[in-house]
């Protein structure tokens, strides 16, 4: 159908470091690259989703990012707004581009992040936990994310029998799916083994080093259009089939460690697009932390209550798996980028969907499922994607 919203191009940066450009250049960086891969001009683009700049750095923040950008490419949107959820940024972008076209309201939405994830050795680790954290249950008590995620696998552990050996699983799928992109921060490490994982040093208990997502700086973009539009832009466009959103609280807030809510968001999702977590043929996960899949594959219904964990253990995630997952190598070893990092994924999706993914492609692609969120599990954001209507 040609109102249908599809993503219609997507584009990133490959993960690492940018030092001699500040959060807006790379912005800009980010706009300029992806309008000329899908052949747009700057008046053309009638929707500008982007996130606040410079958030993750510690620095200071532009949270009229759209407008610089606007400036800077003298656009003239019919809308353009600087959003932020944390990791679940673009996917609710996603979802309000998809509204917009739907609506009528829009032809052409352009969402794009870039941002930095300060290195934790220099300070890094204590900033982004005053972001993330309660400010009066939290923070006073000294909140580091590793140790409120370890909060979040503990609880896991002991009510569905998730082991460490499953954690490091899903680590060393994440490596393998690394190896088959060729910007993978990770991939020049080579593959990694369970043992490899299990005697890298203590972070906070039951997380080791390699259980943890590596900090780096990158940034991207995806196109939605109208579908007709799309499929100018693109041959084979990700049809946004349906998302679904959801707000939790934070961790001292949480009514459920186990859980964190994250499975309320996939259930509207599924309902919009009419589909069951039985169509999903590959899925994109967020990753902070080796049980965030394993805790989400169960949320999402991609695994029955615990039995998340032999999806990794079993191999049935990695490549040449049945069902799988961050095939790109996850923020575990693509690479965690900071403001933008909630965006691989999504990214991901799309080129999986439209076959664009190269040696890593899944041969039936037909259905993703993309779940984001930010902050520590707080904020949630499922989306479909589709080959077809």
Same mark, same amino acid.
């Given at each position: 159908?040609?109102?249908?919203?599809?993503?219609?191009?997507?584009?990133?940066?490959?993960?690492?470091?940018?030092?001699?450009?500040?959060?807006?250049?790379?912005?800009?960086?980010?706009?300029?690259?992806?309008?000329?891969?899908?052949?747009?001009?700057?008046?053309?683009?009638?929707?500008?989703?982007?996130?606040?700049?410079?958030?993750?750095?510690?620095?200071?923040?532009?949270?009229?990012?759209?407008?610089?950008?606007?400036?800077?490419?003298?656009?003239?949107?019919?809308?353009?707004?600087?959003?932020?959820?944390?990791?679940?940024?673009?996917?609710?972008?996603?979802?309000?581009?998809?509204?917009?076209?739907?609506?009528?309201?829009?032809?052409?939405?352009?969402?794009?992040?870039?941002?930095?994830?300060?290195?934790?050795?220099?300070?890094?680790?204590?900033?982004?936990?005053?972001?993330?954290?309660?400010?009066?249950?939290?923070?006073?008590?000294?909140?580091?994310?590793?140790?409120?995620?370890?909060?979040?696998?503990?609880?896991?552990?002991?009510?569905?029998?998730?082991?460490?050996?499953?954690?490091?699983?899903?680590?060393?799928?994440?490596?393998?799916?690394?190896? #088959?992109?060729? +910007? !993978?921060?990770?991939?020049?490490?080579?593959? *990694?083994?369970? &043992?490899?994982? =299990? /005697?890298? @040093?203590?972070?906070?208990?039951?997380?080791?080093?390699?259980?943890?997502?590596?900090?780096?700086?990158?940034?991207?973009?995806?196109?939605?259009?109208?579908?007709?539009?799309?499929?100018?832009?693109?041959?084979?466009?990700?049809?946004?089939?349906?998302?679904?959103?959801?707000?939790?609280?934070?961790?001292?807030?949480?009514?459920?460690?186990?859980?964190?809510?994250?499975?309320?968001?996939?259930?509207?999702?599924?309902?919009?697009?009419?589909?069951?977590?039985?169509?999903?043929?590959?899925? #994109?996960?967020? +990753? !902070?932390?080796?049980?965030?899949?394993?805790? *989400?594959?169960? &949320?999402?219904? =991609? /695994?029955? @209550?615990?039995?998340?964990?032999?999806?990794?253990?079993?191999?049935?995630?990695?490549?040449?798996?049945?069902?799988?997952?961050?095939?790109?190598?996850?923020?575990?070893?693509?690479?965690?980028?900071?403001?933008?990092?909630?965006?691989?994924?999504?990214?991901?999706?799309?080129?999986?969907?439209?076959?664009?993914?190269?040696?890593?492609?899944?041969?039936?692609?037909?259905?993703?499922?993309?779940?984001?969120?930010?902050?520590?599990?707080?904020?949630?954001?499922?989306?479909?994607?589709?080959?077809?209507?």
């Amino acid at each position: 159908m040609d109102g249908s919203p599809a993503i219609a191009g997507v584009l990133e940066l490959a993960p690492g470091r940018y030092p001699d450009l500040g959060a807006l250049e790379m912005q800009e960086l980010v706009l300029a690259r992806a309008l000329a891969s899908w052949g747009l001009r700057p008046s053309e683009v009638d929707g500008l989703l982007v996130s606040p700049a410079g958030m993750a750095s510690g620095a200071s923040v532009d949270v009229f990012a759209h407008d610089a950008l606007v400036d800077a490419f003298r656009m003239k949107p019919r809308f353009a707004e600087t959003v932020n959820a944390g990791g679940a940024t673009y996917g609710i972008m996603a979802a309000r581009a998809a509204i917009a076209i739907a609506t009528r309201q829009a032809d052409v939405v352009v969402c794009l992040g870039a941002g930095r994830f300060p290195p934790v050795n220099a300070g890094g680790g204590d900033a982004m936990a005053r972001i993330v954290s309660h400010v009066d249950f939290e923070v006073p008590y000294g909140a580091f994310i590793p140790a409120l995620y370890a909060l979040v696998a503990a609880r896991h552990m002991h009510e569905r029998g998730t082991t460490r050996e499953a954690l490091a699983s899903v680590a060393v799928t994440s490596r393998a799916w690394a190896l #088959e992109h060729p +910007d !993978a921060l990770m991939r020049k490490k080579g593959p *990694l083994r369970v &043992e490899d994982v =299990l /005697a890298s @040093r203590p972070i906070a208990e039951p997380f080791r080093l390699l259980d943890c997502s590596v900090p780096c700086e990158g940034g991207g973009a995806f196109v939605v259009a109208r579908g007709d539009v799309a499929r100018r832009l693109s041959p084979a466009p990700a049809y946004v089939l349906g998302f679904g959103e959801h707000h939790g609280g934070r961790v001292s807030q949480a009514h459920d460690l186990a859980t964190m809510d994250a499975g309320v968001s996939a259930a509207r999702a599924f309902e919009m697009a009419r589909l069951r977590a039985s169509d999903v043929r590959v899925a #994109e996960l967020y +990753d !902070a932390f080796t049980i965030t899949p394993i805790l *989400l594959a169960e &949320e999402l219904g =991609l /695994a029955a @209550r615990g039995a998340g964990g032999a999806l990794f253990t079993e191999g049935r995630a990695a490549p040449g798996g049945d069902l799988p997952i961050n095939t790109y190598g996850g923020l575990l070893s693509f690479g965690h980028t900071g403001d933008a990092s909630g965006l691989s994924m999504i990214v991901e999706g799309a080129r999986q969907v439209m076959g664009a993914a190269g040696s890593r492609q899944v041969a039936d692609a037909s259905v993703a499922l993309v779940h984001v969120y930010g902050g520590i599990m707080a904020d949630h954001c499922t989306l479909l994607l589709g080959s077809s209507t």
